[in-house]
């Protein structure tokens, strides 16, 4: 099934604004209310379910040059909650 992006910003940002972004993505979690994002003209509402699947990944990443990365990802099937997952996560 071919992928449709709802939204998507990408630019550099300090390392205090980006842990702006997550605690606010955090509170949002926690508080149970839905996700919304915006930037630009662009914007989207996400009503993220009680137990979505969260990916993180780390990357190296070697053309000519080498760049790393961090990816957090938070899944789910519309309609449905997600279960299941390979063991606890640490993040320190």
């Known amino acids: ?3 449709e992006v709802l939204f998507k910003t990408e630019r550099s940002h300090s390392r205090e604004e ?8 955090a509170d949002k979690l926690d508080g149970g209310g ?20 969260f990916e993180v990944k780390a990357e190296r990443e070697t053309n000519g040059s080498t760049e790393l990365s961090v990816e957090f990802e938070l899944e789910w099937k519309e309609g449905e909650d997600a279960e299941g997952g390979d063991g606890a996560l640490s993040i320190e």
């Not at 839905?34 to 662009?42: C, P, R």
Request: glycine share 4%; net charge negative; aromatic share 4%.
């Open 34 to 53: 839905d996700l919304a994002l915006s930037a630009g003209d662009e914007s989207v509402e996400l009503a993220v379910p009680d137990r979505p699947t």
């Open 1 to 3: 099934m071919p992928e």
């Open 18 to 25: 980006i842990a702006t972004y997550l605690r606010s993505v």
